[in-house]
Each structure stands twice: as C-alpha cells, then as structure tokens.
C-alpha cells in the first residue's frame, strides 16, 4: 500500500481565535489547548434572539457546550474540550469553557434562560448542587438542571438519549467508553451497560481522537493502492478519529494485512499520511468493542426500528464499517444514526418543561437489567471476538 492524497471536508465553520483562555497556539489547525485538553468551536449563525439556552454534554473525553435560541429554534454555536474530563477537574473545565465561550461568542448572561447538563453519574455527584449561577455570571433567575441518571451505571447521558427516540417499540445504543442499550417495549425501558475499551470514542486508540475538527474521519483504498482520507474541518490532520480506524481495520482484513483473529500478517502498523497509524494495539481494541458491541447487542429483542449514536457516526460510513466489521445484527444493519443524541435530548428539555419531566419518568422506570444479561454477554463476547463472526 502507499500512502497518498488527503481528501478535506469543509464540514464545519471553526473560528481561530480564542481570546478567553490560557492556550498555547495552534490556531492555524482551529485548534487551542488548555494545558493537556484541546478546545474546538463551531458558529452556526450569525443571528440571535436574547432567549438563549445551553445544553452542556459530558464524556469522560469530552465536554460540549452547544448554544441554543429558544426563539428562533436552532443551533446557534458549539464548542468543545477534549480530553482528560474527570470527576476533579470537570467543574473548573466546565466553567472556565463555558465563561470564555460566551464572551468569544458575543453572549451576554442575561440572554442565557437554561442550562440543562448531562454527565456520567460519577461526575454528575460531584458537580450537582455545586454549579451555580453566579460562577457562570449567569442572573440569579437561571435554571439549571441535571438530566436524571437511570442507574449508577446509566448515566442521565442515556436518559437524554432515550428521549429522541421515535415512538412504539425500538432498540438503541450509543457507543462510547460505556455501551449503553436498550429496548422499548409496551412496558417501558430496559437497558444495560457494558464497559469498552474506547475504540469506538477514541480514547482507546494510540492516536485517537474525538470527531472534532482535525481528526481523520474517513479512509478508503483506491484500485491502486493508494490511501485515501479525509479530514473533518478542511485542515491539518491531529488525530484519527474511531470511524477512520474502523475502517482502516476493514482496508487490513480485505487486503490480507490482517487476518481475522486480529493479527497484523506482514506489518507492525498501518500508516494513513506522514503522522498518524493504527497499530496492533488499536487493532485490538477496535476487536474487543467490535466483539462487545455485538455480544450486547445480540441480547436485545429484534425490532424493525433501532437507532445508533456515538463518535463513530459522522457519516454513513461509521455505519458501513460497523456492518463490515461484524459488529452488528443484522437487524442493526440498517439502523437511523446519529453522532450525538444525548445533546439532542438536552435540547429537548430545554425548549419544552414537559420533556424534562418525561426524563424524569423514564429514570424513575426504566429497569436497568445489565446484572441479569451479563453471564450471556460474556459467552456472546467470545463468540464474537473473531472478524469473521
């Protein structure tokens, strides 16, 4: 194989200067760093009402900040920090981005009406009730609020999540560090949660990364050899994001560079361009989640309508990958897709008090049934651990 051309995508608008932080500069790229994480930002608008709202989601990767007109009803801007989110920090990474983003964003806090926050449950037990609206220079009147968590294990990310899907009896996931699925039925949810290796969020691979802006997002293999890639935000590429390394594997197996139970045949790693590679490392932790993913998967009730969201599903070629990886039922095959429901369903419970409340039933409801699933998931992981199955 060669390496080759690089294909850019224009697929966001990036702004370049941040103003706000302590960052080291890396503005030709769109990208600012604070200390180890990295900040990307969107604006969607040039207009705005002074009815605003935020809907704040956070993984223990990334934490976004999506800006939202109450009026107007549409995105309004997006920002982003990557990397290193725990329990300790998550606070301060929170209000220091949200704070700098209004101010490079032109938003004064008045017009900020909400701010509904979704996050793993051990962040949201250190964060809730220490958020105030006077840290964020919000009016005193602003509500904010956390979505409920299901479960210890199922975080009110999940919760949120649930809320857009459509009505009558469906299956969904959403891939991440945590796998979270679930079924609706007439009775109601049941979910579970199994944990990953990060291969399907970019935190566990070598130079993994979010989908932001400078990630590689898509690989493929012309007739003659070359590799070609693709780059979210029309510029340099900083990282390889879990769709890309996906496919990279799916190049490997068709070429015989790897054979299906998972070993590199004739290489230590596979180049795509000058800096970045998936090596035998990455290789096994996209094989373990591609194994889990269907392990859990392959447990839930067969539906005609199932729904998939995470990193992987920028486009549809995060969905191709997966079918050619083995890693879903055939039911899935076909799945509606999306890369971030969990921002959607804050969105939801912004604009309409009563949504909220419907996450608050469905928390109150929903039976969390990772304990009963678990011994058929762990035979259904090994099973599933070879390419081939």
Not at 49 to 71: F, R
Not at 263 to 281: H, M, N, P, Y
Not at 284 to 298: G, Y
Not at 357 to 385: M, R, V
């Amino acid at each position: 194989m060669k390496e080759g051309k690089v294909c850019k995508t224009g697929r966001y608008t990036v702004f370049r200067d941040c103003g706000s932080f302590s960052v080291c500069a890396e503005r030709e790229k769109g990208i600012d760093v604070i200390e180890e994480q990295r900040v990307f930002r969107e604006k969607y608008r040039g207009e705005r009402s002074s009815g605003m709202a935020i809907a704040c989601d956070i993984t223990p990767n990334l934490i976004s900040v999506v800006y939202y007109d109450l009026e107007l009803k549409h995105r309004y801007a997006r920002i982003a920090l990557s990397g290193g989110i725990n329990a300790e920090n998550a606070k301060e990474l929170l209000i220091r981005l949200m704070i700098g983003s209004m101010r490079e964003f032109g938003l004064p806090g008045a017009a900020i009406r909400a701010v509904g926050i979704a996050a793993p449950f051990y962040i949201e037990c250190r964060l809730d009730g220490e958020i105030s609206a006077g840290e964020l220079y919000l009016a005193p009147d602003t509500d904010i609020f956390f979505v409920p968590y299901i479960s210890a294990g199922i975080s009110g990310r999940f919760t949120a999540s649930l809320l857009t899907l459509p009505d009558g009896e469906c299956a969904a996931a959403d891939l991440g560090r945590t796998l979270c699925i679930a079924h609706k039925g007439a009775d109601g949810f049941e979910c579970a949660a199994f944990s990953m290796m990060g291969a399907f969020d970019g935190t566990g691979l070598e130079s993994g990364m979010a989908a932001e802006n400078g990630a590689i997002d898509s690989v493929r293999r012309e007739s003659d050899g070359t590799i070609v890639y693709e780059v979210v935000g029309d510029g340099d590429s900083t990282g390889i994001s879990p769709c890309a390394a996906a496919m990279a594997v799916g190049i490997m197996l068709d070429t015989g560079a790897l054979d299906e139970d998972g070993i590199l045949t004739d290489r230590d790693l596979f180049a795509i361009g000058e800096d970045f590679f998936v090596s035998q490392t990455d290789i096994r932790a996209v094989q373990t989640d591609k194994a889990r993913l269907a392990a859990a998967l392959s447990l839930l009730p067969k539906c005609e309508v199932c729904c998939l969201s995470g990193e992987m599903f920028t486009t549809s070629d995060g969905l191709k990958a997966l079918n050619k990886l083995n890693a879903l039922p055939k039911w899935f095959s076909n799945a509606a897709f999306c890369r971030n429901s969990t921002e959607q369903g804050i969105i939801m419970c912004l604009e309409n008090p009563s949504n909220l409340e419907k996450a608050f039933e469905i928390a109150k409801n929903s039976k969390d049934i990772t304990e009963q699933l678990f011994h058929k998931f762990d035979k259904n992981y090994l099973d599933f651990l070879s390419f081939s199955t």
